[in-house]
């Protein structure tokens, strides 16, 4: 292992690896700051001693932390629930132990570290073993307040908002904190009354359910007590025109579209282009013979129809589709759906200075899946996150310096990223309403928000291979690169800023002699929404589902020592089980923090940062610039609680 990549000073010959130094990245101004002195080397043993020490107390501590939690009024709280909920949104807390599984490796990522930045920067503050008594402690939560999960199914993912709530009002100077509750809807938790009949020429057809037909995940409820108009759109209804030339200029109304399941696009494209064109419903049909009703999941809260139907079964309807039309063929559908509603929060603060209309918003996503604990995905994230607000606060609580942002910080904890970012949709949401709010406070409105940095997945470790190196890595550092791509509905006033971004963590790599990646700035985390809404964005991450490849295992293998086997995954335990304690490497991961404690103090000090992105006018004058959501988040006072539903960690 290279010290260069686990960002700490080389332990055994007190050799400084840092290439981050004042002559290559400045430091934000300030009226004092201290010079370095060399450090001996026998004081360098005596500091690594010291920190092998506190890293394996942070254990301990984490440990006790999770055990002797009580509640402030000595009673379990009782997690929070909108009166027209259901579902796992209640539940109590228990104390119990924690760590006892899948930790075995732990003590074997337990490294010696020497800090590699000045004290008096952000980077200088954040340490391996922080990260690591912080994450041991959602961990925790995950493993015994959620049954291994912090999924918003769950309990765990409102454990979870609790603990970093703790964290957040023990250890940092954040102000206006809100811990803000929105819905989410749509899930359908059960169907009944399915029916599918067809007329072709006045003769009826009947269909059996599951093997003729079924319904998606999530369909809309329906019921048409007369047959309406089948129309067969070609090509999967893959593009738009497909559709018109199927519907023609006014179709019959309410009508049904019968598509082939075919793999030039999503059901997903598919069931958007029915709604957008005013279908009542869509019947997919599956496209091998013999094939039956496929099983699938809509998007959450649609609200049309969701029909599967066997080969057989779209055989006899398109058969007389082309041989009668549309005028000659109908189909008539029922089905009753029971729906649940998670109730899921979101958490915000500032710190207490800066510049209120010029801010710079850094977040992560608070929930997992149910599959596992999602310590890399996302606790790494939110703990990152957090980990910068805690450095922030240190530096700007230390009489000894002048550290204070020119540009407001604001740090918050997405929920519900795994249910399609629903979460940071909410924050955007709620600041563009507060856009046209004249009693909202600065930094709380979409229009104050210069840019927002990302913080996803920062730790991927390994797999059980040692072929190459010892533990073996298949991370890579990821940024998500905005002068190769964009997504084309990203608002222009957007692209500088995000493409400055970029640089900036490219910056931190090159001057470290760090390997870096260009990952695709797509919008599947969290600076989706805010992209949309014409924020500047960007951030990193360790590395998902994307294969290492030969060459790049070579150039990571020469540069850090680290070369994990090409053809693997980047995390062999994304969104699996094994995404626990012991899947997070802590130099990757303190390194990938540190990154972006560089990029936000560059921001958070940067004069004129509205001018310097290019994105002066934000979303000033574009109300309701961003509705990506297809339904109303309930949002105000029916769902907010009261703090007191937290529990005392």
Known sequence: MKAALLSFDDAETGASSSKLNSSSLSSPP??????????????????????????????????AWAVNVSHAAGTPAVLPAASSSTGAAGGSFEPSSMLAENTTDLPNVLVPIVPKYPADTLMGQIKSHDLLHLLSGLYAV???????????????????????MYQIRTQTNLVNVERSYFLRPGSNSGISNAAMTASIM?????????????????????????A?????????????GNWTDALGDEPSQPFFAIVYRTPACTDNNRIGFAQMYGAAGIVLASLDPGQGPAIGSAPLATGIAVVAVSNDAALQLINALDTYGSSGVSVSVNVQVQYTHIVVSNICGDIPAGDKTSVVLVGGHSDGVARGPGTNDDGS?????????????????????????????????FGAEEQGLLGSQQVVRVGLQRDNDPTADEGSRARD???????????????????????????????????????RSTPSRA?????????????????????????????????????AAGIPAGGVDAGADKTKTEANR????????????????????????????????????????????YVLEKLAFKPNLRQYLGNTLGVQGEPGAYDMLPFEFRYGPEVRKDDHIERAW
């Not at 995950?142 to 291994?148: H, K, R, S, T």
């Not at 006045?202 to 329906?222: E, P, V």
């Not at 390997?515 to 797509?522: H, I, K, N, Q």
């Not at 990571?556 to 995404?579: F, I, K, L, S, V």
């Open 142 to 164: 995950a493993m015994n307040y959620g049954g291994g999960n912090r999924a918003i199914t769950g309990s765990g993912f409102n454990a979870s908002v609790d603990y970093l």
């Open 202 to 226: 006045s003769k009826a057809l009947t269909f059996a359910y599951l093997t003729d037909f079924r319904f998606y995940s999530n369909t809309g409820a329906y019921s048409n007590a007369s």
């Open 381 to 413: 994230g939110s703990i990152g996150t957090l980990a910068l607000a805690i450095a922030m606060t240190k530096l700007m609580s230390n009489k000894s310096i002048n550290y204070q942002p020119i540009n407001m910080v604001k740090f918050c904890w």
């Open 554 to 597: 070579l150039r990571y293998q020469r540069m850090t020592g680290w070369g994990g086997e090409a053809g693997e995954e980047n995390d062999q335990c994304y969104h699996q089980a094994c995404d626990h304690i012991g899947n997070i490497h802590w130099g990757v991961y303190t390194n990938m923090t540190q990154s972006a404690a």
């Open 228 to 240: 309406v108009t089948l129309y067969h759109v070609l090509n999967g209804g893959c593009e738009a």
């Open 449 to 487: 928000w210069a840019i927002m940095i990302d913080l996803d997945m920062l730790g991927s470790l390994k797999s059980a291979s040692t072929t190459h190196d010892i533990p073996s890595t298949h991370y890579q550092n990821w940024v998500y690169d905005a002068n190769v791509y964009i997504p």
């Open 30 to 63: 300030r009226s004092s700051l201290k010079q370095r002195k060399e450090v001996p080397a026998y004081a360098l043993y005596l500091l690594i001693a010291v920190a092998l020490i506190s890293s394996l107390v942070s254990v301990v501590l984490a440990v």
């Open 495 to 531: 692209f500088n800023g995000s493409m400055i971004m970029s640089d900036l963590f490219f910056e931190y790599f090159d001057a470290n002699n760090l390997p870096r990646d260009s990952d695709l700035f797509d919008g599947r985390s969290d600076y989706g929404p805010f992209l």
